[in-house]
């Protein structure tokens, strides 16, 4: 008998605003006090990146609040109550405050008075390594059910005269529940069937945030799109080969694809590096934009209300941040 984490509900949510890529050239109220005007046009948006519009959490709304809306929904596919589950992994580089994490936030938004719950920080990499942790907690007995969750609101740290970054990014949220499950120990098993995590430091100045306790403000997130871009597909690719590898897996023996939802050009590298058909990708960058840790549980979540992903199909998830930090997961849904 072999332990697996599997997943056993999956949601997510999405603030109401939808804000076009037109709207940056005529002008965005409502962020900042000050109307948002940028030299750009959707078509420079849509052909660099394949972004067509975002969602912006309205103003006061935060990153837990978008984690528990994602949350509850999570619960209610799962058919369980917030005490059915033993711990909560929240990735996220927004978290409403330095501390406490903004995972405890959504213990107590869903009147969950056991367990535990923290947060991890990986940045766009944050679902991928949030996931791997969650696994180990099941397959070292410690929880039986992990809520996984990835939600930001990068909006909150846009620098907005900067259309080299701002146009790139949006909010949301998105949750899995993962519960221990017993398997034959073979690929046939439904569940997680590997992890793969990397980071390397050295890479810090192409993708950081210039704030936090050295400088006693938020920040603005502050990007070398080129350098990133020239990581990325390698990266990507490389992590989902590693972690179809340690399975003996191969890509014909894989459904789908879900990337990280940071550019349309990244992913389409990456699955023609992996040898798959953009047929066999989830894709939702055009509507959602960068949200960062949640890209990957919106996308898996849109993807199933889609008919996409089905009970069963062999999934491989990657994906790379600032850190840099990258990873991979396979899973049989
Ligand atoms: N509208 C119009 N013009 C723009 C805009 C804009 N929004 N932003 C930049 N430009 C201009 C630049 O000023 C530059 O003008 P210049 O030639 O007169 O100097 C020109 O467009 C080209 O700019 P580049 O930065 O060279 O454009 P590039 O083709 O590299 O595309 C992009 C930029 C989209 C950021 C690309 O590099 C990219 O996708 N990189 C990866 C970034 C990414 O995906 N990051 C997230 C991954 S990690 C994570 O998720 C946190």
Redesign the pocket.
């Known amino acids: 008998m072999t332990v697996r984490a599997t997943v056993v509900g999956v949601g997510h949510y999405l603030p109401e605003r939808i804000v076009e890529n037109a709207v940056f050239a005529q002008g965005l109220t409502g962020i900042t006090e000050d109307t948002i005007q940028?030299?750009?046009?959707d078509e420079?948006?849509r052909s660099?990146?394949g972004i067509e519009r975002r969602h912006f959490a309205a103003p006061g709304q935060t990153t837990s609040d978008l984690a528990t809306r994602a949350a509850r929904a999570a619960l209610d596919d799962a058919g369980l109550a917030a005490d059915d589950v033993d711990a909560i992994v929240l990735a996220t580089s927004t978290a409403d405050l330095t501390f406490p994490s903004a995972a405890t936030m959504v213990q107590a938004q869903l009147g969950m008075t056991r367990g535990f719950a923290f947060d991890v920080q990986a940045?766009?990499a944050g679902f991928i390594y949030a996931l791997a942790n969650a696994n180990a907690l099941i397959l070292s007995g410690q929880a039986k059910r992990v809520m996984v969750i990835g939600a930001e609101t990068f909006s909150r740290i846009m620098d907005w005269t900067d259309?080299?970054t701002c146009?790139?990014f949006g909010d949301g949220a998105g949750a899995l529940i993962l519960e221990a499950s017993e398997g034959d120990g073979t690929n046939a098993d439904r569940g997680i069937l590997s992890t793969d995590l990397n980071s390397d430091g050295r890479f810090r100045d192409i993708?950081y945030v210039d704030g936090g306790s050295s400088t006693g403000t938020t920040g603005y997130l502050r990007?070398e799109?080129?350098e990133?871009?020239r990581h990325?597909v390698e990266k990507l690719a490389a992590t989902a080969t590693t972690a179809m590898e340690k399975v003996g897996m191969t890509p014909d023996q894989i459904d789908w694809v879900v990337p990280?939802q940071?550019?349309i050009?990244?992913i389409t590298g990456t699955a023609r590096k992996l040898g798959l058909p953009m047929e066999q990708v989830v894709t939702t960058v055009q509507d959602h934009g960068?949200t960062?840790a949640a890209s990957i549980p919106l996308a898996l979540s849109v993807g199933k209300e889609r008919g996409q992903i089905k009970r069963g199909d062999v999934v491989v998830t990657e994906a790379?941040?600032?850190g840099l930090a990258w990873g991979a997961v396979v899973l049989r849904w």
Request: proline share 0%.
């Open positions: 940028l030299d750009t046009s420079w948006i660099r990146s940045v766009c259309r080299g146009v790139l993708l990007m799109g080129k990133v871009f990325a990280h940071a550019n050009r990244i960068n960062s790379i941040g600032g």
